[in-house]
């Protein structure tokens, strides 16, 4: 089976994290977001994916490169030169796929069961298929509307009190049979929410609701890039497979000292040191390459690769991305470390 991965987005929310690397690239866990979801996908059957890029692309390919085998998964890409949204992603795509395929955003974390959504598509026998979940306030999202035979009815964009009885909305995950393709037009600036899917509604395309119970959580803003790690720790989310519950997870080469302090729950990537009587945990994840100084501590953040902590450095509640180093006694508390320098950026504690 086949799968499109809109990944072109700018991630402007997200910056500074993205100022260096497209959005689906940022590290969970220790791996780049994109590479994680293919990894699911595979476990889901699907064996050949589309990457749809446009901003910093060569990232994304020069990474993928060779990795393919690796990853046994089939890996194409269609590069846009000017993005025309969600629509025109997928329709650039549109030789790529003569059968049934999967469309996911790829900036959301969740533990959709990717085949399960794909048996209930063909079930209902829907020509298209959005996978759904359950929110308390609608009012900043687009709402679906559907009946009792879980096939959709209305779109409604951001909802006043009392226009809608739904509280379901748009995962950013989808299944299309590939006739839809012919009702986006070619080369024109697309939104497949707002005109695509009312479009294939007015035109009597059978379109189906999957509603969804489990994690889901986009990584729009860089709290909610924090609060993805912590919920992984937690157990909340199965989204990186492996994981046990309020443990500690180390990687290949690990090295900490016995007077070292790991605090679970965290996790340390391969060929990290973590130097004499520093203290790492809870809720933290480091990647690896890194280095933890004598007697410095690391508590609710989150570290990409190859970062140096000196001697009796403090870092709480914090993002500090790869090549940083964190010099003697510095204190980084309450935002993102980046480039050597602090971002002008508050996280929430």
Avoid at 172 to 193: C, D, H, M, R, W
Avoid at 228 to 247: N, Q
Wanted: with cysteine; net charge positive; charged share 25%.
């Amino acid at each position: 089976m086949k799968a499109l991965l809109l990944a072109g987005g700018l991630g402007t929310r997200l910056r500074p994290l993205t100022d260096d690397l497209p959005k689906p690239m940022v590290p969970i866990m220790g791996k780049p977001l994109l590479e994680r979801i293919i990894l699911n996908l595979k476990k889901s059957g699907v064996d050949e994916v589309v990457i749809s890029t446009h901003y910093k692309s060569d990232y994304i390919e020069n990474y993928f490169k060779g990795k393919s085998k690796e990853l046994g998964v089939k890996i194409h890409y269609v590069t846009e030169e000017t993005p025309l949204g969600t629509g025109g992603a997928i329709k650039n795509a549109e030789k790529f796929f003569d059968d049934t395929f999967l469309i996911l955003n790829s900036d959301i974390v969740s533990d959709i069961d990717y085949a399960d959504l794909v048996k209930y598509h063909k079930r209902r026998r829907a020509q298209v298929t959005i996978a759904s979940i359950e929110v308390r306030d609608t009012s900043q999202y687009g709402v679906i509307e559907f009946d009792s035979k879980g096939f959709i009815t209305a779109f409604k964009e951001k909802p006043k009190p009392g226009e809608s009885n739904s509280k379901y909305i748009n995962a950013g995950v989808y299944v299309f049979e590939p006739e839809v393709l012919k009702e986006i037009p070619a080369n024109t600036q697309v939104s497949v929410e707002r005109e695509t899917y009312p479009l294939l509604l007015s035109k009597g395309y059978k379109m189906a609701i999957y509603k969804f119970t489990g994690y889901w959580m986009d990584i729009g803003t860089v709290d909610k890039y924090k609060k993805v790690h912590e919920d992984i720790l937690k157990g909340k989310s199965r989204f990186v497979a492996g994981l046990s519950t309020r443990g500690i997870i180390l990687g290949e080469n690990v090295k900490i000292h016995p007077t070292a302090s790991v605090i679970g729950p965290a996790y340390i990537g391969d060929n990290t040191e973590v130097d004499a009587y520093a203290t790492v945990g809870p809720y933290t994840v480091i990647g690896s390459n890194c280095r933890i100084g004598q007697e410095s501590k690391v508590s609710n953040s989150v570290l990409w690769d190859n970062i140096k902590v000196r001697r009796f450095a403090r870092l709480e509640n914090s993002v500090v991305t790869s090549e940083c180093v964190v010099e003697v006694n510095m204190e980084i508390k309450n935002t993102v470390f980046t480039a050597n320098k602090l971002a002008d950026i508050t996280l929430t504690p």
